[in-house]
């Protein structure tokens, strides 16, 4: 299980990356996106989630979890969801100033044609 996990995590970091250096604004968000996706479930991971367990210590419960991890990837998809709505809105501005959604500024050859 393990081990399909860190797959998943690396499969998501790649295509995160991959997207992100892309040259338009709309594989980068979805990049972006990618890697919010891969850092939250890293997190979920690393905090040894229990499943039935509560996440307070109780004298009564035979354990407890760690409340710290869902605190935190919580918080990351609250960032995560307003980063994205930023970025996409810039970028929608971006495209209205200049005409086209590259991000490095360079033109392609058939926006050039036009």
Request: net charge neutral.
């Given at each position: 299980m393990e081990a399909l996990i860190a797959l998943i995590v690396g499969v998501l970091t790649a295509c995160g990356v991959f997207l992100a250096l892309r040259g338009q604004t709309f594989p980068v968000v979805l990049g972006l996106t990618f890697l919010s996706y891969a850092v939250n479930l890293f997190l979920f991971v690393m905090g040894r989630l229990a499943i039935g367990v509560p996440p307070v210590i109780n004298a009564a419960a035979q354990g407890y979890t760690d409340?710290?991890?869902?605190?935190?990837v919580l918080t990351a998809i609250v960032i995560s969801f307003g980063m994205t709505a930023f970025v996409i809105v810039l970028a929608?501005?971006?495209?209205?100033?200049?005409?086209?959604?590259h991000v490095d500024g360079l033109h392609s050859e058939e926006d050039a044609a036009r």
């Open positions: 409340p710290l991890p869902q605190a935190l929608l501005k971006a495209r209205a100033e200049l005409g086209n959604d």
